[in-house]
Nanobody, 128 residues
Framework: QVQVVESVGGLVQEGGSLRLACTAS???????MGWFRQAPGEDRDGVSC????????YYADFVEGRFTISRDNAKNTLYLQMNNLKPVESAKYYC??????????????????????WGQGTQVTVSS
C-alpha cells in the first residue's frame, strides 16, 4: 500500500497561483494519482488525475485550462499547479492513489472509484 501526505496549502488572493505537492511512500510509480477537493457542506469533487507513467491526465470541466497535474516518479511526488484561482475553489484538497490504471474520467469524479489511499488533506483558501 502507498501512503500519501499533502504539502501545506495556503491562502492566496483571487487570480493568484498555488502549487500543491503530495509525497508518497511505497511503489508510487505503480499508482494512478489524483487530486480531489471538498468544501464544507459540499460533495467531493474530482479535480485532476494522472496515469502511472504520466501519459494520460484528466481534468474536471471547471478547471478550464488553469491547473496542471504532474508527477515525478523518481521523487515519489505528485503536483498540482493551480493558476487564476477563484474564491469558490476554497476547499480542502486531497491527494489520493489508485492501484489500478486510469481507465475512465469517472475514476476521477466524485465517485473516486478505486482510490483507496488518501492523504489527510490540505486547506486552500482563496480570498476575494
Amino acid at each position: 500500500q502507498v501512503q500519501v501526505v499533502e504539502s501545506v496549502g495556503g491562502l492566496v488572493q483571487e487570480g493568484g497561483s498555488l502549487r500543491l505537492a503530495c509525497t508518497a511512500s511505497g511503489r508510487f510509480a505503480h499508482y494512478t494519482m489524483g487530486w480531489f477537493r471538498q468544501a464544507p457542506g459540499e460533495d467531493r469533487d474530482g479535480v485532476s488525475c494522472i496515469s502511472q507513467s504520466a501519459t494520460k491526465s484528466y481534468y474536471a470541466d471547471f478547471v478550464e485550462g488553469r491547473f496542471t497535474i504532474s508527477r515525478d516518479n523518481a521523487k515519489n511526488t505528485l503536483y498540482l499547479q493551480m493558476n487564476n484561482l477563484k474564491p469558490v475553489e476554497s476547499a480542502k484538497y486531497y491527494c489520493a492513489a489508485r492501484d489500478k490504471p486510469f481507465s475512465s474520467p469517472y475514476n476521477c469524479s466524485t465517485a473516486a472509484t478505486g482510490f483507496n489511499n488518501w492523504g489527510q488533506g490540505t486547506q486552500v483558501t482563496v480570498s476575494s
